[in-house]
């Protein structure tokens, strides 16, 4: 499995919605995502991808595309198709 | 549902029970969860968005709080309450004596930032003495879990209960994690999470983590501790009392006063069954405290891991001199 789709995955599985959802959202786009949903989804991807994220990490993840600029500028992840 | 025990953690007390509200929520049709102008505070936003017939913000009026939801309660439903323990336990209480002990309606009180966690605001919301004011009414069930998992399963096990329950929540964001998701909740039955012959701990809320530390500085120190997460403190557990009777001393270790908490509960059990042992209650002492935040507070009160081993240790130590 790629990380990028293991990284959806965790979007889909999470909060129950499509792959064409996922690459859309943003914070608070869908009930699911609130305050917390918000820390279940950055526990649900630091497992994924065993790190440990920080809290300026953690509180500017605001969207599927910036959670994918945190991870691989960040954490060094790669989340190319 | 499942849950993540690091996000439990993140979203301490408050966040814990909006995710388990959820559950509830979905489970019954007959459940309705009121708070004195708390929505965000007890986590109940979603659940104020997904279920609006079942959620009611009576602002900030807990007497009204628990009227309410003891009339909604007296029709056959379940009523969850929620606002700080500090208010649950005084600024309602004669609400809570007529309607939860007296009437023994189905209404489940949720007290959070029970203990210190808010200390920076003052003595007004520390709550050091709920415990003691549930203990003093009749047929309230008194819940005090210690982590976020326990909080899920205290709250669905107290929905399950047809009767009055008071549940003490401590701690706050980052609360440190005692189980994972394999957990052995029963009310009325403590959880033993350490063996040792020599000294057993009686802890309950956000001290069972602390106790634990306390007890591994000990064994490295050649003092054998047994650690029983006291989960309910009513109905007390007796009988895993009596399991641990050939320990030397017994500790009890709370987020509350020292007078009426979880080590005179301890004392009254021995009572009860004409027992006597030596009983180290370490807790808040009865004193006004100043502002502080919650950490520098518990430092204050000597309520962390390496200073709990130290107050035993000097305890122990001593006790064992007197004897020989």
């Given at each position: ?81 | ?114 203990g ?12 050091i003495n709920d415990m003691a004011i549930f203990r003093s009414?009749?047929?309230?069930t008194i819940l005090s879990?210690a ?21 003490r929540?401590t ?16 009310i009325g039955k403590a959880n033993k999470l350490h063996t040792g012959d020599d000294i057993t701990i009686f802890s309950t809320g956000t001290m069972v983590?602390e106790s634990l530390?306390a007890s ?9 501790v047994s650690v029983y997460d006291v989960h309910t403190i009513r109905p007390f557990d007796t009988e895993s009392m009596i399991d641990t009777m050939d320990a030397k001393l017994f500790v009890t270790v709370e987020e509350h006063g020292i007078a009426g908490g979880l080590g005179d509960t301890v004392l009254c059990a021995l009572n009860e069954i004409g027992e006597k042992k030596q009983v180290l209650k370490i807790g808040i002492p009865c ?16 309520l962390?891991?390496?200073?709990i081993?130290?107050t035993i240790?000097?305890q122990y130590?001593?006790m ?5």
């Amino acid at each position: 499995m790629s990380n990028k789709v293991k990284y959806t995955k965790v979007f889909t599985d999470l909060f129950n919605i499509s792959e064409d959802q996922a690459v859309n959202l943003k914070y608070q786009d869908i009930i699911e995502w609130d305050s917390v949903g918000h820390m279940d989804l950055i526990s649900e991807i630091e497992d994924a991808f065993d790190i440990a994220m920080g809290t300026e990490d953690i509180v500017n993840f605001n969207s599927y595309e910036t959670g994918i600029k945190i991870l691989s500028e960040n954490y060094g992840i790669s989340l190319s198709d | 549902m499942t849950y993540n025990v690091k996000s439990l953690s993140r979203l301490g007390p408050s966040g814990v029970f909006g995710k388990v509200a959820m559950e509830l929520g979905e489970q019954y049709d007959n459940i309705g969860i009121f708070t004195a102008d708390l929505r965000h505070f007890s986590g109940l936003d979603r659940f104020g968005t997904v279920f609006p017939d079942k959620f009611f913000n009576v602002g900030i009026a807990e007497q009204n709080l628990i009227g309410v939801a003891a009339g909604f309660a007296s029709e056959g439903n379940i009523a969850f309450a929620t606002t700080y323990a500090s208010f649950a336990s005084m600024r309602c209480l004669d609400q809570v004596f007529m309607n939860m002990a007296y009437m023994n309606l189905n209404v489940k009180l949720v007290g959070f930032a029970a203990g210190l966690s808010t200390g920076i605001l003052g003595p007004t919301h520390m709550s050091i003495n709920d415990m003691a004011i549930f203990r003093s009414l009749p047929n309230i069930t008194i819940l005090s879990p210690a982590d976020g998992m326990e909080i899920v399963e205290a709250v669905k096990a107290a929905a399950e209960i047809n009767g009055p329950v008071y549940i003490r929540l401590t701690g706050a964001l980052d609360n440190p994690v005692v189980y994972d998701n394999d957990i052995d909740y029963v009310i009325g039955k403590a959880n033993k999470l350490h063996t040792g012959d020599d000294i057993t701990i009686f802890s309950t809320g956000t001290m069972v983590y602390e106790s634990l530390k306390a007890s591994e500085i000990l064994s490295k120190e050649g003092i054998g501790v047994s650690v029983y997460d006291v989960h309910t403190i009513r109905p007390f557990d007796t009988e895993s009392m009596i399991d641990t009777m050939d320990a030397k001393l017994f500790v009890t270790v709370e987020e509350h006063g020292i007078a009426g908490g979880l080590g005179d509960t301890v004392l009254c059990a021995l009572n009860e069954i004409g027992e006597k042992k030596q009983v180290l209650k370490i807790g808040i002492p009865c004193e006004w405290s100043h502002s502080a935040d919650y950490s520098a507070l518990k430092e204050k009160y000597d309520l962390v891991g390496d200073r709990i081993a130290n107050t035993i240790h000097e305890q122990y130590v001593n006790m064992r001199k007197e004897i020989l």
